[in-house]
């Protein structure tokens, strides 16, 4: 097959041309002092797009999706050339500036879409849940612990033994086991499971003794240790701010398991279209850092990376941030008198795909423990009392955080769920701009559930960009209704009210929050709004398919400041893209979870490929 020949049903390319890649990477490897991004919005220079670079590819014979603008906007064909898109339009206009000799790819019927941009997930966090036992759908304990038995098999010597996705809610038994349940496992060992949303979990008695959880330990700030009735010994779980405080105490992944978790993580990024991930809240575990470190050494990742710090690490962050940006800058000179005079410029650089692009401020919980500036209709279980859920930081913390880097380009994001946290957050960045004056800081609200619209009124003015869990609607719809009523369930995620006042707002998974990161289940849920039980919370708030599609792309692209360069099929952008199944503004909207990923390209490199 000559080069100008269809390639038929996204075929690979040409065992002639898989030898010219393996030899212009091995030279670019021999040739790259570094591989650094000068910019957000300026492409990477990494091996393997150099090795795409002698190449031209023409995708047509399919739906090509821009994303650029309000409305739909299709494309007969698109052209690559170095990692960017180098036309876009009809065939002829495409084929003419491809020029003689380009590799033609026939989308035969599939759709081609911009890369799908992670606004908020835990890419390093997931791998790092790959290596541990899977808990998820777990029907009682006694599955529970058969499956961390099972697991446990497994654990090397020295090891926790861990598992991840369990919900209370979802047990028999409807609670967290208890550390005596955990001891079944092994009396030993320390073993800690933490449930789907993160924010909850249990300890063993080994692993409480030895991250020193007594009787006399007191309840920190934003969370806490279940007591055994009676006394103040630990019974075993624990939420918020006592479960971090464990989980941090975890040994480090090292060796190949350090490799094999990250390259996990981002495998199953783009397994789901995703050529931008995020790890929101780096330093849940201690070693966090030497893992995004030895991937940058190392070279493992084949998707971006975008970091942001968990607040109490931020100084760390930047540290490892700035000694990577010394030992990989090509004129270290200058760029590291620049991070000495402002360090927070660090996220100025993509190096070795990875950015350090924010910091994350907790403001509040997860469903049960959600900030509220009125009571939970109906209370979770364990809450007695007027409950209104959990403040977990000081406003003068998230004040001095906005003080601090207001001005400069590290963007704060803050997770948030009622409207008691969300006033938080205003308050905060209100006193930063009168105290600094307005910046296009792009502050980001995660979850954002419920804001009233006084609140909405007010982010508008600040700039903040809410990025919605909208899967949450589909398993926690219905726990939302009874807690928190129907009122503010209705108006949870209010993503139409946003889009019908032209306000910039994103869909995130949160994974593994979320079992999986799929981008498309999403964009159906943002569109359908439908829970397990089938009920619709918030109609509403629904959203067009192309409107959510635009949340993954174009405004997700926005919010993390890289509208430059990813987010819509345009001419100069990164060529990031995806080649679907079919068309989500096409086919029946209760359908759109069901669309296959088929293809997904970094810079015009196939990262992932469906099997047939």
């Known amino acids: 097959m000559t080069q100008n020949q269809t390639v038929r049903e996204l075929m690979p390319l040409t065992s002639i041309s898989r030898r010219a890649i393996v ?20 492409a990477s220079t990494d091996a393997v797009a150099v090795a795409n670079a002698a190449i031209t590819t023409v995708y ?28 876009v339009g009809t065939r002829a206009e495409v084929d003419k500036a491809a020029g003689a000799g380009a590799t033609q790819v026939d989308l035969a019927g599939k759709t081609l879409v911009p890369g799908f941009i992670d606004t908020h997930g835990h890419m390093v966090y997931f791998g790092k849940n790959l290596m541990d036992a899977d808990l998820v759908g777990s029907a009682n304990l006694a599955e529970l612990l058969t499956r961390l038995k099972k697991h446990a098999e497994t654990v090397p010597k020295g090891a926790w033994i861990v598992g991840f996705g369990y919900k209370a809610a979802g047990l028999a038994e409807n609670r967290t086991p208890t550390a005596a349940e955990l001891d079944q496992v ?15 979990g249990s300890a063993n008695s080994a692993l409480l003794k030895l991250a020193g959880v007594t009787a006399d330990t007191p309840d920190p700030e934003g969370g806490n240790f279940t007591r055994k009735e009676g006394s103040r010994e630990p019974l075993g779980p624990m939420e918020e701010t006592a479960l971090n405080a464990v989980r941090a105490q975890r040994p480090a992944f090292t060796g190949e398991l350090a490799d094999r978790a990250m390259k996990a993580g981002a495998a199953e990024w783009a ?18 850092i030497d893992l995004v470190l030895n991937a940058i050494e190392k070279k493992l990742l084949p998707i ?52 350090m692009g924010g910091v994350k401020y907790w403001l509040d919980g997860s469903l049960d423990t959600a900030w509220f500036t009125q009571p939970y209709t109906n209370n979770p279980p364990g809450k007695t009392g007027i409950y209104s859920g959990f ?27 009622g409207d008691a946290a969300v006033e938080q957050a205003l308050r905060a960045i209100e006193k930063a701009i009168e105290k600094h004056g307005m910046r296009d800081h792009r502050p980001v609200f995660i979850h954002g559930t419920y804001m009233r619209p006084d609140q ?24 939302v209704l009874r807690l928190w009523g129907a009122e503010r369930a209705n108006k949870a995620a209010a993503a139409n009210t946003l889009e019908k006042l032209g306000l910039p707002w994103t869909l995130s998974h949160d994974a593994p929050v979320t079992p999986s990161p799929s981008v498309l289940a999403l964009v159906d849920a943002a569109v359908n709004r439908r829970t397990a039980s089938g009920s619709v919370i918030g109609p509403d708030e629904r959203v067009t398919p192309y409107a959510a599609l635009g949340a993954v792309t174009r405004s997700a692209a926005y919010q993390i400041k890289e509208d430059k360069s990813k987010g819509t099929l345009e001419v100069g952008k990164l060529a990031d893209m995806v080649v679907l199944s079919a068309n989500p503004l ?8 069901d669309i296959q990923v088929v293809r997904t390209f970094k810079e015009g490199v196939t990262v992932y490929e469906a099997k047939p």
């Open 456 to 479: 909405i009124e007010r982010m508008k003015k600040v700039g903040a960009i809410p990025t919605f869990l909208s899967a949450g609607i589909v398993t926690a719809g219905d726990g």
């Open 391 to 417: 403040q977990q930081i000081p406003d003068e913390v998230l004040q001095a955080a906005f003080d601090r880097f207001w001005t400069s380009d590290i963007q704060i994001n803050m997770h948030m769920n």
């Open 60 to 87: 047509a014979g399919g739906d090509i999706l821009t994303m650029a603008g309000r409305e739909p906007a299709y494309a007969e064909a698109l052209a690559v050339r170095e990692g960017k898109i180098l036309a």
């Open 186 to 200: 092994s009396a030993n060992r320390p073993v800690m499971i933490v449930d789907s949303s993160g924010h909850l």
């Open 23 to 42: 030899l212009i990477t091995t030279m670019a490897l021999l040739l790259a002092v570094a591989c650094s991004r000068k910019d957000a919005d300026t």
């Open 271 to 288: 397994k789901h279209g995703q050529t931008t991930a995020q790890d929101c809240g780096l330093g849940l575990g201690n070693d966090d």
């Open 304 to 355: 971006d990376l975008y970091i942001c710090a968990k607040d109490s690490i931020t100084d760390q962050v930047l540290e490892a941030a700035y000694g990577v940006s010394r030992a990989y800058a090509t004129d270290e000179a200058g760029v590291a008198q620049k991070l000495l005079d402002k360090r927070p410029d660090l996220n100025k650089s993509y190096i070795n795909r990875v950015r």
């Open 586 to 593: 096409k086919v029946d909207p209760a359908t759109i979870k």
